[in-house]
Every structure is written in structure tokens, then in C-alpha cells.
């Protein structure tokens, strides 16, 4: 049986949260060495809530520090071309003051692991999450357009340095396949406590969306599984049919079933949450809707121009050079692109949205 908490929280009182998660999931943290990763996404400013609140940060660095640690790590690898921009990511977001010195660029030195040889023979990891005892997961309560949700499991892919997101985007070819691909890169290292900012959350268009949802809660557990079961339903998504989700149980994971998890608070479903166009449970639903979504209707990046300034970013990051500029506004080809989405990611004015 696995637990989840569910604990009311505002970013000022976020703190007494915190100590209920621990209190829960009890981690030996004396004398060990702590790496604490949150959701860094991209260079964005913490009121866009595109990355984890550093409220909450500050408050997870404080208590682990009461613990007596003999190591505390901060880092993140954001998302696939910001890696450049590990040090100005964190700045931006507030992130690096909240991280109180214990800021690292866990980019900078990695350790290659077997991977799947379906995808590739070897990925590198940051060394600092594998050297470390104890990870701390700090997800948010976000969509995405290509996994549906993006939580406890999909914080993982930070843990890859540099261009590896993009070119494990490139191979994996299909939504389908890349959520295969993110629970590889999870069960490298799963991590042992994740403690997720759901006081503001992201719906519609994520990861990267405009429309924001006040939740006021944080959420926590020990089981990656459990926890996005629970945050799949809270958005009003089936877990059951969400493939990352299918394929993490099928490996022994953890369960998303809900007799399977104790819940330690109020679920609640999100009146009218906004899920994204292709809802991820169209990926893993009847084979015939997977057929028309990749032949006929499926979602593609389109800019808005009302919002593009033409900055030239999207094409510059698509890793299959789908995207042209054409008198001054980028177009995609429908034949070329892989629904990645890194398009939408990156896009500095949120003009790229999924039609
Ligand atoms: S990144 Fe955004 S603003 Fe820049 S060209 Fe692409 S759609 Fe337009
Ligand atoms: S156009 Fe956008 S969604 Fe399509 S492959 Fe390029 S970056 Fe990915």
C-alpha cells in the first residue's frame, strides 16, 4: 500500500507541510548526502509558475539542513536547450537565493549508465544524483502536451545533462514512444521522497502555459506512481490510461490504483481542469483513435501571431528542423515533426500553442 499526502499550503505557510511529509516518509538523512532537485524548466521568472515555487524550495533546504546532512546538493539540468543557461535559470527563478549556497551544476560532470538499446545503448547522468543517498524530487503540478501531466516521474528527465533530452525526443520518433522513454530515465535513480508545489498549478497547454490555476496544496509521497495516479485524477485524467503510467506499473514501480494508495488528506477532482488537445489518454487508448490521432488529427505547434516577435528560438531548438521562417513566422511541417513539443517549451512569448 502506498500513501500520499495531500496538505493545504500557501508559498508563505508552506513550511508546516513539509514537516508533515517528512514525518510520514521518514528519511535517514543524518551524516548522508542530500541532492535536491526541483523543476527547472527553462529561464522564466517564478511568477510564471513554470518551475517549482523557491518558497517551497527554501523550506525543503531548511529542514534538510536541521537533519544534520553531510552534504546538501541543489541542482537541476533545465529543460533540453536551456542547459547552457543552468546558473541564469536558477537566478531567474529565484531559485538560486532559495537554494541558500548549495547551488550546483550538476551538468557539468555526468557518469554513463546501460539504457534501453531500443532507444540508446548508453545514457550519461549527473554524477551528483547518483553519487548522492537521498534524492529529493520537487515536481509541479503541471499538463504537458505530450504526456498529458507532468509530475513526480517526468521530473526525472532532469537528471539528464545537456542535448541527450532532445536527441532521446529525436529517437524516440512518437508520444507514444518517448513515454517509454521517460520511465527509463526515471527508474535509473528513483528518488526517495517527492514533494510536489501544487499551490499554484498549470493547466491547458503546459509545461509551459500562460493559464494557471490556484490549488493551494502540496503534495507528497515516497512513490512516484502513487503520487501522478493521484495527480492524473485530481486533473480529472484516468491514470489507467496514461501510458508512462501503464509502463511504470508494468515495471514494478510502484501502483496508481487507488485501493492500492492511502491518502493522507482531501482528494478532490479540479472542476474544469483544462487538460491539453492530445490528453495523453488518446496514446494509450483504442488502437483505431491512435491510428486517426497519428494520420489525421494529430496536434502539431502552431504560433500564434498575435503573440510570435519572430525571435527565431523555435527553429533554432527543434531537434528535427521542422520549422522554417517564412516571411517572418515560423511554420512546421506537419510531415517532418515529431509532437515533441520542445517548440512550445522554449518559446520565450508562450506563442506557440498545440492546434
Ligand atoms: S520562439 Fe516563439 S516568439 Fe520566437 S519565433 Fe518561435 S513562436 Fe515566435
Ligand atoms: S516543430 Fe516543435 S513539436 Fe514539431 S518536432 Fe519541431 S520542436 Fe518538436
Given at each position: 500500500m502506498h500513501r500520499v499526502l495531500i496538505h493545504p499550503a500557501s508559498y508563505d505557510t508552506c513550511r508546516s507541510a513539509i514537516d508533515r511529509a517528512f514525518e510520514i516518509?521518514?528519511?535517514?538523512?543524518?551524516r548522508k548526502k542530500v541532492v535536491i532537485k526541483p523543476n527547472?524548466?527553462?529561464?522564466?521568472?517564478?511568477?510564471?509558475?513554470?518551475?517549482?515555487n523557491p518558497s517551497l524550495l527554501r523550506a525543503v533546504v531548511e529542514k534538510v539542513e536541521e537533519m544534520s546532512p553531510a552534504e546538501i546538493v541543489v541542482g537541476d539540468n533545465p529543460g533540453l536547450f536551456s542547459y547552457g543557461d543552468n546558473e541564469k535559470s536558477f537566478e531567474k527563478t529565484g531559485l538560486m537565493d532559495a537554494a541558500k549556497g548549495y547551488y550546483?551544476?550538476?551538468?557539468n560532470t555526468t557518469q554513463n549508465l546501460a539504457f534501453n538499446p531500443d532507444f540508446m545503448p548508453e545514457v550519461g547522468i549527473s554524477k551528483e544524483i547518483l553519487d548522492a543517498d537521498i534524492v529529493i524530487s520537487l515536481p509541479k503540478f503541471k499538463t504537458h502536451g505530450l504526456t498529458a501531466m507532468t509530475g513526480a516521474i517526468k521530473n526525472?528527465?532532469?537528471?539528464l545533462p545537456g542535448a541527450q533530452k532532445a536527441r532521446l525526443h529525436r529517437i524516440a520518433g512518437t508520444p507514444e514512444r518517448f513515454h517509454d522513454v521517460i520511465v527509463e530515465v526515471f527508474r535509473l535513480r528513483v528518488p526517495d521522497l517527492f514533494i510536489m508545489d501544487a499551490v499554484v498549478g498549470m493547466e491547458g497547454?503546459?509545461?509551459?502555459?500562460?493559464?494557471?490555476?490556484?490549488?493551494g496544496l502540496i503534495l507528497a509521497a515516497d512513490n512516484g506512481v502513487a503520487l501522478d495516479g493521484v495527480v492524473a485524477r485530481m486533473m480529472?485524467?484516468?491514470?489507467?490510461?496514461?501510458r508512462f503510467l501503464q509502463k511504470a506499473k508494468a515495471m514494478g514501480l510502484g501502483d496508481f490504483d487507488s485501493q492500492m494508495i492511502q491518502i493522507d488528506g482531501e482528494m478532490r477532482i479540479i472542476a474544469d481542469f483544462k487538460v491539453p488537445?492530445?490528453?495523453?489518454e488518446a496514446i494509450s487508448g483504442n488502437p483505431a483513435i491512435q491510428e486517426l490521432m497519428k494520420t489525421k488529427t494529430e496536434v502539431r505547434p502552431q504560433a500564434d501571431p498575435e503573440l510570435c516577435?519572430?525571435?527565431g528560438a523555435c527553429i533554432d531548438h527543434c531537434p528535427v528542423s521542422a520549422l522554417t521562417m517564412k516571411e517572418d513566422f515560423p511554420v512546421v511541417d506537419a510531415d517532418i515533426c515529431?509532437?515533441?513539443?520542445c517548440c512550445q517549451e522554449i518559446c520565450p512569448e508562450k506563442a506557440m500553442t498545440l492546434k
Open positions: 516518509f521518514p528519511q535517514e538523512i543524518a527547472v524548466l527553462r529561464l522564466s521568472t517564478a511568477e510564471e509558475h513554470i518551475v517549482t550546483m551544476n550538476i551538468g526525472s528527465y532532469g537528471i497547454n503546459g509545461p509551459a502555459s500562460p493559464d494557471l490555476r490556484e490549488i480529472g485524467l484516468d491514470p489507467a490510461r496514461l488537445p492530445l490528453g495523453g516577435t519572430a525571435c515529431i509532437t515533441c513539443f
